[in-house]
């Protein structure tokens, strides 16, 4: 892409922070915002020159680095938000999904899947559901949260069988596609798409991509692999 965008890299650990800037600067788009200081003022410097891109380092930050991460979404929806841990599990995966964090990565990750992942997020992209193919517990768990949230847990034995191009299209929206790239995979148009996509949520009676595939995978229409 060739639009620059701002990246702000957050971690307790110095050398890990300007490592990861390293590895992100071989990218001519991308520019970094000035690291805050990880104490009470952290919010407040986001505010004032918010980021198209938050790399938060979750180990060790004081205030529970999930938590800094929740709240900078939260006061900067905009954000794209990217996770990086050292033991990637189920139940910080679902913490990350609460925070509506756009990926979820390995620290030991390569630059070159972290400078992928970050070009995606700055998208639009949404690389986070693509791990919830693979890790079917912690959609059961998401699904059980929206659950709680809606009147949908009744409404399940409803829920209307998709189309086979539906289908096709739940599989590339899990897989972290816009309505742009699944329109020039399957060469039809964007607008297409977009009506398919209406359709897909109202048949699951989800509100959000991210919700239909949840409910896709616990109704086996999409395959786990």
Do not use: C
């Not at 986001?46 to 930050?61: E, K, N, Q, R, T």
């Not at 809606?150 to 289908?167: D, K, V």
């Amino acid at each position: 892409m060739n639009d620059k965008f701002q990246v702000l890299v957050l971690s307790r650990q110095i050398l890990f922070r300007r490592g990861v800037e390293y590895a992100l600067s071989q990218a001519t788009e991308v520019q970094f915002s000035a690291a805050p200081e990880l104490n009470d003022e952290v919010l407040s410097s986001i505010d004032s020159l918010p980021p198209d891109v938050a790399v938060v380092d979750i180990d060790g930050i004081a205030d529970n680095g999930l938590t800094l991460a929740r709240r900078i979404k939260q006061r900067s929806p905009s954000i794209a938000l990217i996770m990086l841990a050292t033991n990637l599990n189920d139940s910080q995966l679902f913490q990350a999904l609460k925070g509506q964090a756009s990926a979820y990565l390995d620290k030991d990750v390569t630059s070159e899947v972290l400078l992928d992942t970050v070009r995606r997020v700055a998208r639009g992209e949404h690389p986070i559901n693509e791990s919830l193919t693979a890790r079917p517990k912690v959609a059961e768990q998401v699904l059980q949260q929206f659950q709680e949230l809606s009147w949908r847990s009744e409404a399940e034995a409803f829920i209307s069988p998709l189309t086979a191009r539906e289908t096709q299209i739940l599989n590339f929206i899990a897989r972290g596609y816009l309505n742009k790239q699944i329109a020039a995979e399957l060469a039809i148009s964007e607008q297409t798409i977009k009506n398919h996509v209406t359709s897909i949520l109202r048949k699951l009676n989800a509100n959000a991509r991210t919700e239909a595939v949840v409910v896709g995978i616990r109704q086996g229409l999409i395959t786990i692999t």
